[in-house]
Nanobody, 128 residues
């Protein structure tokens, strides 16, 4: 049974940093594409960052490039999102996602429809 359990998040002032974690169980973590998404009230879910073991580099939304960094520890079956220089517009519910038994996103790594499994979500609130 695939499970993605998120931790981290919270409230921070603008300019601050947070790190999100996503612990995966029930599948071979190293052979999967993983992503981070966010959804603000009244808005569609949007891709923040994605990474696949067969791709050269992670994908990032333009709005977070240079501020956010996605990483994974295959030994701990855990995905991370380091968020620096946070802005009030980063306020949203954040979700991790997994697409298993695939090693390349082929350009789809920031699309919600690419992923099969989702974490429970964690709130990030950035105040000005």
């Amino acid at each position: 049974q695939v499970q993605l359990v998120q931790s981290g998040g919270g409230s921070v002032q603008a300019g601050g940093s947070l790190r999100l974690s996503c612990a995966a169980t029930g599948y071979t973590f190293s052979s999967s594409c993983m992503g981070w998404f966010r959804q603000a009230p009244g808005k569609e879910r949007e891709g923040v960052a994605g990474m696949c073991p067969g791709d050269d580099s992670p994908d990032y939304a333009d709005s977070v490039k240079g501020r956010f960094s996605i990483s994974r520890d295959n030994g701990k079956n855990t995905l991370y999102l380091q968020m620096n220089s946070l802005k009030p517009e980063d306020t949203a519910m954040y979700y991790c996602a997994a697409r298993i038994w695939i090693t390349s996103a082929r350009g789809h790594g920031l699309r919600p429809s690419f992923y099969q499994f989702w974490g429970q979500g964690t709130q990030v609130t950035v105040s000005s």
